[in-house]
Nanobody, 124 residues
Framework: QLVESGGGLVQAGGSLRLSCVAS????????MAWFRQAPGKEREFVAG????????RYGDSVKGRFTISRENAKNTLYLQMNNLKSDDTAEYYC???????????????????WGQGIQVTVSS
């Protein structure tokens, strides 16, 4: 199970930090990722981080503004979002890879466990 928190309403240029707490899975063996989906759009890869936290990957639209991190001791994934724009408005989802110890996956079909989603709204 994955449970997100930290979303809400923020003005453009502001910051938010999302958290995702995992239970019932081998969190410290999993590639983890954040996806988002805006109304009328497809689900989009935002950021991913390997099981060790050593490697990260970002979608082009968030590079330089968002930072993904994890604390394996707390089974928690984070997404620090800075300089938010109205285009960042979406439902954000935390996801865990289908298998252990993989790297580089960005396709939603590679992720088997999903959170319920949390809304982020950026006002201009």
């Amino acid at each position: 199970q994955l449970v997100e928190s930290g979303g809400g309403l923020v003005q453009a240029g502001g910051s938010l930090r999302l958290s995702c707490v995992a239970s019932g899975l081998s969190f410290n063996r999993k590639l983890m990722a954040w996806f988002r989906q805006a109304p009328g759009k497809e689900r989009e890869f935002v950021a991913g981080i390997t099981w060790s936290g050593q490697h990260t990957r970002y979608g082009d639209s968030v590079k330089g503004r968002f930072t993904i991190s994890r604390e394996n001791a707390k089974n928690t994934l984070y997404l620090q979002m800075n300089n938010l724009k109205s285009d960042d408005t979406a439902e954000y989802y935390c996801a865990a890879d289908r298998f252990n110890y993989r790297v580089g996956n960005t396709d939603a079909q590679d992720f088997a466990t999903w959170g319920q989603g949390i809304q982020v709204t950026v006002s201009s």
